[in-house]
């Protein structure tokens, strides 16, 4: 059997697969098992987001895993110590702590559990179309039903209101309420950004009530959209922050990021993670935010990232299937007016991998690292697949 039939017969029937098997990847490109080259737009979901097999990671990697590859929270180690200091020097002002985990999902959870033991409230007030992961807590976040149906019942006393809608907020919170969480941009609900100071307005309702702000950045930070942080665009200071995904190069990890006297207050034995912080993970971590910060990449990610949206929207003026494209940094969405699951295949089969947000909408969350070559040649294999796809309904017709 090839790698393909082996995880359909033994793996979970859960994720959308697509019909390639990657064995390698480098920079923003990656092989599959035939030998077959793709630039990749997908980036795991933003994992990627130094580039896949960086080697300064790969370094660090190295380096770690001859040295300690697994040393439990309740002793002390250096890696850990290096990372949660580098970790915490370049958030924003104010979060000096942060409990380590394996995902972003976890991260949320954490987050959760924080809300729920400083305010002694268990309400929280989320979004509309926002996605926080899928464990219990986290799903109970999320807004999407057919995620959450078949596991109910999940958390009570949780709430969604329309992204931008401030008056329905202030409506939501009642004397339950412990936080309000946001992700600067959605990026599950279609790369859809705020409207101009909806989120400063967001900071001082939370303040006014005084209850906590939580900023998911798991798929919004690290640079992706143009600043360290996306919430940076709008001058908030969140009370606590989650982080996952590309932060320690494509090893997994998650980082609750928070105020001291807000972690602190979980007590001995209430949250712990057998691997969270372990050393390998640590290393990569701190491997990876020295790259992202020597490199400028957030510079990267706004420069580079017009330039794609400019080539995007150039190349969809020739298409009636076009409706939007949208985003900030190398966060983008391209929105059509049909179905996108043929266009995908057809980008892989010409050499380019993008992913969706939605049935009409396709998702790019490339490596911080391409280049505006492969930028360019992404979108030419993306208008390829278009005109295909056009093609294919003209013959319907």
């Given at each position: 059997m090839n790698i393909i039939e082996?995880?359909?017969?033994?793996?979970?029937?859960?994720y959308q697969k697509f019909p390639i098997a990657i064995v390698r990847g480098?920079?923003?490109?990656?092989?599959?098992?035939?030998?077959?080259?793709?630039?990749?737009?997908?980036?795991?979901?933003?994992v990627a987001i130094v580039g896949h097999s960086n080697p300064k990671v790969v370094a660090a990697i190295k380096k770690q895993a001859q040295t300690l590859i697994t040393?439990?929270?309740s002793l002390y180690n250096d890696a850990r110590a290096e990372f949660l200091e580098k970790l915490t020097s370049c958030s924003p002002k104010g979060l000096d702590a942060a409990f380590l985990s394996n995902s972003g999902a976890e991260a949320n959870e954490v987050a959760i559990k924080l809300a729920r033991k400083v305010t002694r409230k268990?309400?929280?007030?989320?979004?509309?179309?926002?996605?926080?992961?899928?464990?219990?807590?986290?799903?109970?976040?999320?807004?999407?039903?057919?995620y959450k149906e078949p596991f109910e019942?999940?958390?009570?006393?949780?709430?969604?209101?329309?992204?931008?809608?401030?008056?329905?907020?202030?409506?939501?919170?009642?004397?339950?309420?412990?936080?309000?969480?946001?992700?600067?941009?959605?990026?599950?609900?279609?790369?859809?950004l705020p409207p101009a100071g909806y989120f400063k307005k967001v900071r001082?309702?939370?303040?006014?009530?005084?209850?906590?702000?939580?900023?998911?950045?798991?798929?919004?930070?690290?640079?992706?959209?143009?600043?360290?942080?996306?919430?940076?665009?709008?001058?908030?200071?969140?009370?606590i922050m989650t982080s996952a995904k590309g932060l320690a190069g494509g090893v997994p990890i998650g980082a609750t990021i928070t105020r001291a006297e807000i972690l602190h207050a979980l007590k001995k034995g209430e949250q712990t993670s057998t691997f969270g912080g372990n050393p390998l993970a640590c290393a990569a971590g701190t491997a990876t935010l020295d790259y992202i910060i020597k490199n400028d990449l957030p510079g990267q990610a706004a420069k580079k990232g017009k330039f794609f949206m400019d080539k995007l929207k150039q190349m969809?003026?020739?298409?009636?299937?076009?409706?939007?494209?949208?985003?900030?940094?190398l966060m983008i969405a391209f929105e059509l007016?049909?179905?996108?699951?043929?266009?995908?295949?057809?980008?892989?089969?010409?050499?380019?991998?993008?992913?969706?947000?939605?049935?009409?909408?396709?998702?790019?969350?490339?490596?911080?690292?391409?280049?505006?070559?492969?930028?360019?040649?992404?979108?030419?294999i993306l208008g390829k697949a278009i005109d295909k796809e056009e093609g294919r309904r003209l013959g319907q017709d």
């Open positions: 082996i995880e359909d017969l033994h793996g979970p029937h859960t480098r920079g923003a490109v990656v092989w599959d098992d035939k030998g077959r080259k793709y630039i990749d737009c997908m980036g795991g979901y933003g040393c439990h929270g268990k309400g929280i007030v989320a979004l509309k179309n926002a996605f926080h992961g899928k464990t219990a807590g986290a799903l109970s976040i999320t807004w999407s039903k057919k019942p999940l958390l009570q006393g949780i709430k969604h209101v329309e992204l931008g809608d401030v008056d329905a907020m202030e409506k939501a919170i009642d004397s339950d309420t412990g936080a309000v969480i946001i992700e600067p941009i959605q990026g599950e609900g279609g790369i859809m001082e309702i939370c303040d006014r009530h005084n209850i906590l702000l939580i900023d998911d950045e798991i798929q919004t930070g690290l640079g992706r959209t143009g600043k360290l942080w996306a919430i940076d665009h709008w001058g908030v200071v969140p009370d969809g003026s020739h298409h009636k299937l076009t409706r939007e494209v949208r985003g900030k940094g007016r049909v179905d996108i699951q043929d266009v995908l295949n057809d980008t892989m089969s010409l050499g380019a991998i993008f992913t969706y947000s939605g049935r009409t909408i396709v998702r790019m969350l490339p490596p911080l690292v391409i280049t505006e070559p492969q930028i360019s040649k992404s979108v030419a």
